[in-house]
Nanobody, 125 residues
Framework: VQLQASGGGSVQAGGSLRLSCAAS????????MGWFRQTPGKEREFVAA????????YYADSVKGRFTISRDNAKSMVYLQMNSMKPEDTAVYYC???????????????????WGQGTLVTVSS
């Protein structure tokens, strides 16, 4: 399994970006997918997750109402639409595949086994 994140860049506060994550492997549609982010000197933190069939989505409180996670299982893609962005959203964003097909605690890093390379998002004030 390989994950390739893209779509990062620089944006002003209040602006929007859409991150994409392309996944290889035949079983993409069977697993939860998540987005995490990390800034220098801090631990990687949970941003959002989506269940295998897109029936459930989960968000960190800090992004709820501003970010939307979605997936296209036919294309093996997962997306993160980020609106009303704030300087504190500045980070390297990583997509990840859940370790299990069910029963996940979606906000824990340990629950994910494959990670993309990260894409840098910078929000200026």
């Amino acid at each position: 399994v390989q994950l390739q994140a893209s779509g990062g860049g620089s944006v002003q506060a209040g602006g929007s970006l859409r991150l994409s994550c392309a996944a290889s492997g035949r079983t993409f549609s069977s697993y939860h997918m998540g987005w995490f982010r990390q800034t220098p000197g801090k631990e990687r933190e949970f941003v959002a997750a989506i269940s295998a069939t897109s029936g459930s989505t989960y968000y960190a409180d800090s992004v709820k109402g501003r970010f939307t996670i979605s997936r296209d299982n036919a294309k093996s893609m997962v997306y993160l639409q980020m609106n009303s962005m704030k300087p504190e959203d500045t980070a390297v964003y990583y997509c990840a595949r859940g370790r299990k097909t069910r029963g996940m605690v979606v906000n824990l890093r340990e629950e994910y086994d494959y990670w993309g390379q990260g894409t840098l998002v910078t929000v200026s004030s």
